[in-house]
């Protein structure tokens, strides 16, 4: 019997049909039980060619318009001396969507379905809660790209906003995933337009290169500035959202365990596409600008398509401009459809574009209604754009480890990914890049509740969390010791969860309980403050 078989004739945990079936892709088609392996470099490459897909999405959909934002502003203003903090998040990336596409070519469910079955009502409550609000702001910060670039384009805005909504909502409407997915690979072609701006503004290769590798701060900034800005980076890099995108989409790309190799070659791809697309803003947003008046004083991504115009000729300043609404319409889509297939997982309803929405409603009408308020919010006047810009990055840095502690802990759940599970090497490098996300996460929220923070409480705040990080993680080794299991990896290629109703309880010792309701304080209290701020800005606003 074979895979599909077998799957059909055992209790699934799979809550959409539709999730199983053949894989058809934007390049190609392959049977979810097809052989892949020993096969020939032809096969292997019209495997990968079909596989291509979510790694490509959601790392391009991560330069969306707020990293266009924060990497220019890096450029503008510190020149390449940041360049470094790509190359640190290359392995942070992988290791987190890595481990979110295991889980969904293993599970067959979705990542806030997880996090509700195998840890209660609270954290699943939370999980969606969260997302659907972080999101909903993300995908404003998308339509505010999308209004910057028209506006510097000289077309309407109220037309080209509606447009760019139509066309998102047209794309994943049409009950075909392939459509949607050729869709969203023509976007990602056109990310590739911040490459001829590069080579057009000649920013010095050598700098380059010794800034990307070799990491150093830079000259003649405030350090408290400049460590706010690197932490802006981490958070436009690292967001929830990505977490939750890939897994559902895997899923419902119908991706299995057979073919988690080619799914990483398609992660790895899609790393490399948006590492360069960071080096290309830095670099050619720093040789624009170097020299000039407005060097130093970044105001927003519009701003830098006029400067590229002035440095290079009005070519470069509209291909720049067409890449930024490119990149928001990207983010738009997988932002929007990350929270739709949340709220379809949780709640049990269809929820995957191989349907159409007389098939699944409800999840066509939280990806619609998302995009379109979204849409409307940036077009009234006087709603406080950049305010829910900072809100945006400021959520997204107190929730994203949250995130990352409940990835960790499924990764290690025996009863979700079997064979599949993780090994110590990867637990020790994932618990160290927690730990950094969690300091990054206090600072900034210190950050935006004191404004006039000074680089000594930073420095004090990072040189506190590595002395504790470091404690811990010395405990946690002497405990282990001598505790380890080792994996059997067997048969892993044809092993699938069984049924979510089938699943022993999970097994939380003390530890993970307590640090549990750690998080719960801190997310409850640093949230909490956060919002608190930002109502109390946006009221002062009006006053």
Not at 260 to 284: H, N, Q
Request: charge should be positive; aromatic fraction near 8%; charged fraction near 10%.
């Amino acid at each position: 019997m074979n895979l599909q078989a077998r799957i059909a004739s055992s209790p699934r945990a799979q809550l959409d049909d539709a999730h199983v079936g053949d894989i058809l892709g934007a390049f190609g088609t392959i049977a979810a039980s097809g052989a892949v392996a020993g096969a020939p470099w032809r096969r292997r490459l019209m495997t990968l060619l079909a596989i291509v897909g979510p790694g490509l999405i959601v790392m391009v959909g991560d330069n969306d318009a707020g990293a266009f934002g924060t990497y220019t502003q890096a450029g503008q203003n510190y020149g390449t001396g940041l360049l470094w903090t790509l190359l640190l998040l290359v392995p942070v990336l992988f290791v987190n969507q890595e481990m979110v596409l295991r889980l969904g070519a293993v599970t067959g469910v979705g990542h806030a379905r997880l996090i509700f079955e195998r840890f209660g009502r609270f954290w699943g409550a939370f999980s969606v809660i969260d997302l659907f609000l972080l999101n909903a702001l993300t995908i404003v910060t998308e339509f505010i790209g999308v209004a910057l670039g028209l506006d510097y384009l000289g077309l309407p805005r109220v037309w080209g906003v509606i447009a760019a909504a139509v066309m998102v909502i047209a794309a994943a409407s049409t009950g075909s995933f392939r459509r949607f997915e050729r869709f969203m690979m023509v976007l990602v072609l056109g990310s590739l337009l911040l490459v001829p701006i590069a080579l057009q503004v000649h920013p010095p290769a050598g700098q380059i290169a010794r800034d990307f590798f070799i990491p150093g701060m830079p000259k003649g900034g405030n350090l408290a500035d400049v460590m706010l800005l690197i932490i802006a980076i981490v958070g436009t890099t690292v967001a929830p959202w990505q977490l939750f995108f890939q897994q559902s989409y895997v899923v419902d790309k119908r991706i299995g365990p057979r073919f988690i190799t080619y799914e990483k070659v398609d992660l790895w791809i899609g790393i490399v596409l948006v590492i360069i697309g960071g080096v290309a803003m830095m670099a050619f947003s720093a040789a624009a600008f170097q020299g000039t008046a407005q060097a130093g004083n970044f105001t927003d991504a519009a701003a830098v398509a006029h400067g590229l115009e002035a440095h290079a000729g009005p070519l470069m300043g509209k291909l720049f401009a067409i890449a930024l609404i490119d990149a928001s319409i990207i983010g738009a889509a997988a932002v929007s459809l990350s929270t739709a297939y949340a709220i379809g997982d949780v709640f049990e309803i269809n929820h995957s574009l191989h349907r159409s929405p007389a098939q699944a409603i409800g999840f066509y009408l939280v990806f619609a209604g998302l995009i379109a308020i979204a849409a409307v919010l940036v077009l009234v006047p006087g709603t406080p754009l950049g305010l829910l810009t900072n809100a945006v990055q400021t959520l997204a840095g107190v929730l994203l480890p949250s995130a990352t502690v409940f990835l960790l802990l499924l990764c290690n759940d025996e009863a979700v990914l079997g064979p599949w599970r993780n090994g110590p090497w990867l637990n020790l490098f994932t618990g160290a890049v927690i730990a950094v996300l969690v300091m990054l996460s206090v600072i900034l929220t210190v950050s935006v509740l004191f404004p006039a923070m000074g680089a000594s409480v930073i420095l004090t705040i990072l040189g506190g969390g590595s002395a504790a990080s470091l404690a811990i993680w010395f405990a946690l080794t002497m405990m282990k010791r001598g505790r380890r299991q080792v994996i059997d990896r067997t048969g892993r290629a044809d092993w699938r969860m069984p049924a979510l109703s089938l699943l022993a309880p999970p097994r939380l010792g003390t530890r993970e309980r307590l640090w549990m309701g750690v998080l719960r304080l801190y997310l409850v209290v640093a949230g909490g403050l956060v919002l608190f701020r930002i109502v109390h800005l946006a009221l002062s606003r009006h006053q």
